[in-house]
C-alpha cells in the first residue's frame, strides 16, 4: 500500500472528487494552505487526515509535509486537487514500490482543457515526480513551482493521471497564471544571470525531464519568445491538431510567456513609486487637536 497526499487551496470544486479517487489508499493526508472557501470542510467528511499549514512556497509546502507529517507507508504519491487517482495508476504504483532499484517514479499528466485532452501541444508525456520512497525526496523552489532532489535512482510509469487545468473556469484559470507568471519572471532574470544551458542534456539527456528542462533554459534566452512558443506549440508539436481547445491552449500559452516577459523587463527596468509630499499636514498633538476644534467649530455653525 501507499500513501497519498493532496495538496490543496480554494479548492471546494474538486476536492471531493480528488478524494474519492484517492480512496484506493487507506492513508490520505490533504494537506490543506489554509483555505477560506469549503476545502475542509468538504474534506472532513472523508475519512482521511486534513492537516493545516500557511503556504510560503511550492517546494517549501511539500517539503515541510513530508518532513512533518507522518505517513503510514514508506512510499508515498502526490496529488494535487485538480488531478486524479485512477484505478490503473494506482496498482502500476503498487507494483513499482515492490522494485529495491528505484527511490522513485516520474508520471505523465493528461492535460484536460475545455472539455478535452490536449494530448499534442502539451508536449505529451510530460513527467513529474509523484511516487517516491519518503524518506528519500525533497523539494527546492523553481519560478512559480518546484523540483525535486532524489537521493537515489528513479525510473517512469507507464500509467498517467488526468489533470483538468481548467475545472474551476478560465478566470480562475487567467488569475492563477497572472500569480505564476510574477515568480516565473523572477527565476527568468535570475537564470539569465547566473544560469546557462546544458546543451548536452538539451541534446543527449537520458529522460524526457533532462531534455525538457534544458530547452526551458534555452528558450528563456531566445528573442520573440510568445511568438516562437505559440508557432512551436501550434505547428511543431502538432497542436493544430488538438482542434478548437488546442488552439485555445497554445493561444493562452504565448499570452502567459508574454506576461513573463513584461515583468521581466519591469523587475528590471521599472523604478520604484516615488511619493513626494505636495500638502503639510498636522503632525504634532496640538495641531491634531487644533485641526479637530476646528472641524467641531465648522460643524456646530452649519
Keep these: 500500500m501507499i ?4 495538496l490543496t487551496y480554494n479548492e471546494e470544486i474538486d476536492i471531493a472528487a480528488c478524494i474519492e479517487s484517492a480512496m484506493l489508499s487507506d492513508d490520505v493526508i490533504v494537506v490543506d494552505s489554509v483555505s477560506s472557501d469549503r476545502t475542509v470542510e468538504i474534506a472532513n467528511r472523508y475519512p482521511v487526515r486534513t492537516v493545516l499549514h500557511k503556504f510560503e512556497s511550492h517546494g517549501q509546502q511539500r517539503t515541510w509535509m513530508l518532513q512533518s507529517i ?5 512510499w508515498v504519491y502526490i496529488l494535487e486537487a485538480d488531478e486524479r487517482m485512477t484505478p490503473e495508476l494506482f ?3 503498487l507494483q513499482a514500490t515492490q522494485s529495491q532499484e528505484y527511490i522513485g517514479y516520474y508520471v505523465a499528466e493528461r492535460v484536460m482543457f475545455l472539455g478535452s485532452w490536449i494530448r499534442r501541444s502539451t508536449q505529451y508525456p510530460r513527467y ?13 523552489d523553481y519560478g512559480h513551482t518546484e523540483r525535486e532532489v532524489c537521493n537515489g535512482a528513479t525510473s517512469f510509469l507507464k500509467e498517467t493521471y488526468p489533470h483538468y487545468t481548467c475545472s474551476k473556469g478560465l478566470s480562475r484559470w487567467i488569475e492563477k497564471h497572472n500569480r505564476y507568471s510574477t515568480d516565473e ?6 537564470q539569465l544571470q547566473q ?4 546543451w548536452r542534456e538539451l541534446f543527449f539527456g537520458q529522460s524526457e525531464v533532462e531534455r525538457r528542462r534544458a530547452l526551458k533554459d534555452l528558450s528563456l534566452r531566445l528573442p520573440f519568445r510568445p511568438l516562437i512558443r505559440f508557432i512551436y506549440m501550434y505547428f511543431l508539436l502538432g497542436g493544430i491538431l488538438d482542434g478548437r481547445a488546442g488552439f485555445a491552449w497554445c493561444t493562452l500559452q504565448a499570452f502567459y510567456e508574454y506576461l513573463i516577459m513584461l515583468k521581466v523587463w519591469e523587475l528590471k527596468h521599472q523604478p520604484l513609486p516615488n ?10 498633538e496640538s495641531a491634531v487637536v487644533e485641526a479637530t476644534t476646528d472641524s467641531a467649530k465648522l460643524s456646530s455653525s452649519t
Excluded at 519572471?185 to 535570475?190: C, D, F, Q
Excluded at 511619493?275 to 504634532?284: A, D, G, I, K, Y
Aim: charged share 30%; with cysteine; hydrophobic share 35%.
Design 185 to 190: 519572471a523572477k527565476e527568468t532574470l535570475r
Design 70 to 74: 507522518p505517513a503510514k507507508y514508506d
Design 128 to 140: 513529474q515526480m509523484r511516487l517516491f520512497r519518503k524518506d528519500k525526496v525533497w523539494f527546492t
Design 275 to 284: 511619493f513626494e509630499v505636495t500638502h503639510n499636514f498636522p503632525t504634532s
Design 3 to 6: 500513501s497519498i497526499y493532496i
Design 195 to 198: 544560469g546557462e544551458v546544458n
Design 91 to 93: 496498482q502500476e504504483c
